[in-house]
């Protein structure tokens, strides 16, 4: 005769589920800050050509506003190594040293209940 055996189910928890509501809204918010300051960085960085300069000190008398610091402008160069170049021009060689990797992502949608896709 075959034995039973009985696994306890774990279930999901309210906190669980709250959590994960604000872990989708939170990325949904840095998204759209992400966006927003994509945006606004040109305008912020023709201050700097226009001002000939690389620093703004950010004073707490004119803005009035409690806060200080500065924003400055940094240029940066670099070299990157062209992928898309390197795999038309050599694809074996570009074949030999893929190697295999693995992400993980975590998806989250919600909606107001009742209501449309936020």
Do not use: C, H
Not at 98 to 104: H, T, V
């Amino acid at each position: 005769m075959t034995q039973i055996t009985k696994t306890k189910v774990k279930r999901v928890t309210k906190e669980m589920m709250k959590s994960l509501l604000n872990y989708g809204m939170f990325s949904e918010t840095i998204k759209e800050y992400t966006k927003q300051n994509k945006l606004m960085k040109p305008e912020y960085l023709s201050w700097f050509d226009d001002l000939k300069t690389n620093l703004i000190i950010l004073k707490t008398d004119v803005m009035g506003n409690g806060f200080e610091g500065f924003a400055q402008k940094i240029n940066r160069k670099s070299k990157r190594f062209d992928v898309t170049s390197f795999k038309e021009k050599y694809p074996d060689i570009y074949e030999q040293f893929l190697i295999p990797s693995e992400s993980m992502e975590l998806k989250v949608e919600y909606k107001v209940a009742g209501g449309v896709n936020v």
